[in-house]
């Protein structure tokens, strides 16, 4: 599961919806509150990957984002790069907040982890994703994005709380609409996601307690190593890739999987 976590978090097709559809396969969920909480938990493991990956970039935000804006407090027009990518963040950052806040009984609850919901997400997702493809104009690098930008960015993370939707593939998505080209999307995207990963996992994890005893700790332990592992070479392909290629495979992949679990359920061969 650590695996399966770490490869699809940042790979555009979704993590909870490989993770609940292999959780249903191999009857490990026991309820819906105890698996929301094991996959926010096994994401810190996700968290720890993008942190080292891209800790020169975090220790370069951090610390120009502190000096302009806390230290000399400098007008934003005169702030360097990474400081106003520090804002990009933020501003991209808030409409997550505000719909987890505001749908947190929902997204914890039994709709959001039906394989109906997932199954549709990815696809309609991918369609759209297809869309931004044939509609994107690629000019923009990450050091262009505007509050504009971050903000369509941060609403279409937004849209990843419903399963299935996929945290990168509709940060990615939005990058695309927003005029930025595949590797800014997605390198944007990943920086976007640690503030989001790192509320809602330490957030569950605190919940989550009451759900473990010493055996289910060492289940999270073992999941989070391996999801740490697998995020790294996960986002170093992700990056690589897409300087060369489009996202056609992973919008194809999408569907192909979202029709297979459909018939799967057809079929009753798994229940929703």
């Known amino acids: 599961m650590g695996i399966i976590q770490g490869i699809t978090e940042f790979l555009p097709i979704s993590s909870t919806g490989h993770l609940t559809l292999a959780g249903k396969l191999l009857d490990l969920i026991e309820s819906d509150k105890q698996w929301t ?3 926010a938990v096994i994401q810190l493991g996700t968290l720890f990957s993008i942190l080292f990956y891209f800790r020169k970039e975090i ?29 990009m963040i933020i501003i991209g950052t808030v409409p997550v907040v505000l719909t987890g806040l505001l749908f947190k ?11 109906y919901v997932i199954s549709t997400s ?36 937004s849209v ?29 995207s990943f920086l976007l996601s640690i503030p989001a990963i790192f509320a809602s996992g330490l957030l569950q994890l605190y919940q989550s307690l009451k759900y473990l005893d010493t055996q289910g700790l ?3 332990l073992v999941a989070t190593f391996f999801s740490t592992i697998a995020g790294y070479l996960a986002i170093d392909f ?15 992949y999408r569907i192909a999987l979202g029709i ?13």
């Open 160 to 188: 990843s709380l419903i399963p299935g939707s996929s945290r990168s593939g509709t940060t990615i998505t939005g990058g695309l609409f927003a005029g930025l080209n595949r590797e800014a999307a997605a390198r944007f």
């Open 218 to 220: 060492l289940n999270v």
């Open 238 to 252: 992700l990056l690589k890739y897409l300087k060369r290629r489009t996202t056609i495979l992973f919008i194809v």
């Open 37 to 39: 909480s094991f996959i």
């Open 59 to 87: 220790i370069q935000i951090t610390y120009e984002f502190t000096k302009e804006n806390i230290l000399s407090r400098k007008k934003f027009e005169s702030q360097g790069a990474n400081s106003k990518l520090g804002w």
């Open 260 to 272: 297979i679990i459909l018939l799967l359920l057809s079929f009753d061969i798994i229940q929703p």
């Open 122 to 157: 990815l696809i309609v997702l991918a369609i759209i994703l297809a869309v931004a493809e044939l509609t994107a104009k690629f000019q923009k690098d990450i050091d262009d994005i505007t509050f504009k930008d971050a903000l369509i960015i941060g609403l279409a993370q």
């Open 105 to 115: 009984d929902v997204i914890e609850g039994a709709l959001t982890k039906n394989l």
